[in-house]
């Protein structure tokens, strides 16, 4: 008797919201959410990082043991006696020393003579080096792409989405049938113009960000968006007016100050800290 009801129970027709909440599920599961491509287009530091003291000294120390133990250079095999070249040589190492160990070491003793004046009145009159602050960075110029030497920056747009300005990296569509490269390619230059020389680095997105729905938009479709990375070689940004106010080259620090907190936490994990 217990058996016949367990197995009259099992047979029994599915309910109405029994059949709609699986409708619902299944419906839910096939969505396809809308796909997007985002830029993180990169520019590289173009000087060297500036030791720190610890690392100066460092270096300093390393310096002078070298010279202290190394076989004295055998200019004269390398250079004619009394020729431009040799007196060069000799005032170059005469710094080089002075820098290593200090006064009195490489002073200068006895006369000099007009090799070794010729020389010095030469190297007067090269080139220096040029700061290592460049003036945007004086100016506060967030365009110039020679801003931050050091630092690794990255191309931000200034937008307007749902009447909020918003700053985020180029990003495009994703058509039917399209390449998720292909469509990260056509959306920087849809974004950013054709003046640039850039290189996506790979095929394959470096990361994926899901942004979240807002609250008023129920049943609406998910955005997902898979980031690229991209480098700058030679040109500069001419955004598209029509979908971008402004835009930024900008550190991974600066970054932080313009986007909202969602955003910069689908991101954060994929720039460079310095």
């Not at 918003?166 to 569509?173: E, I, N, R």
Request: proline share 5%; charged share 25%; net charge positive.
């Amino acid at each position: 008797m217990f058996s016949r009801t367990v197995l009259s129970s099992c047979k029994r027709a599915p309910q109405a919201h029994e059949v709609a909440q699986v409708d619902a599920a299944l419906s839910k599961k096939t969505a396809r959410p809308n796909l997007h491509t985002g830029i993180i287009l990169n520019r590289s530091p173009i000087i060297t990082r500036t030791p720190t003291a610890f690392e100066k000294a460092y270096y300093a120390y390393q310096t002078r043991i070298h010279r202290a133990l190394h076989n004295p250079f055998p200019y004269d095999f390398y250079f004619k006696q009394g020729s431009p070249l040799e007196s060069r040589f000799n005032i170059e190492e005469r710094r080089r020393e002075r820098k290593a160990f200090g006064a009195p070491f490489g002073m200068q003793t006895g006369e000099t003579n007009e090799a070794e004046k010729l020389a010095e009145a030469t190297m007067r009159d090269e080139e220096e080096a040029m700061p290592r602050v460049h003036e945007a960075d004086i100016n506060s110029d967030f365009k110039n792409l020679n801003r931050r030497g050091q630092r690794n920056l990255y191309l931000l747009l200034q937008k307007q989405e749902n009447g909020t300005t918003v700053w985020k990296f180029p990003q495009g569509s994703v058509d039917r049938g399209e390449l998720l490269h292909h469509a990260a390619t056509r959306g920087l230059e849809v974004e950013c113009g054709n003046n640039m020389d850039t290189w996506i680095v790979s095929r394959n997105p470096i990361g994926v960000f899901h942004p979240p729905l807002p609250a008023r938009t129920g049943g609406a479709e998910e955005d997902v968006v898979f980031f690229y990375k991209a480098h700058i070689m030679a040109g500069q940004v001419r955004p598209n007016r029509t979908h971008t106010q402004d835009f930024a080259w900008l550190t991974k620090g600066e970054i932080k100050t313009r986007v909202d907190e969602d955003y910069w936490l689908g991101i954060k994990d994929i720039l460079s800290d310095f």
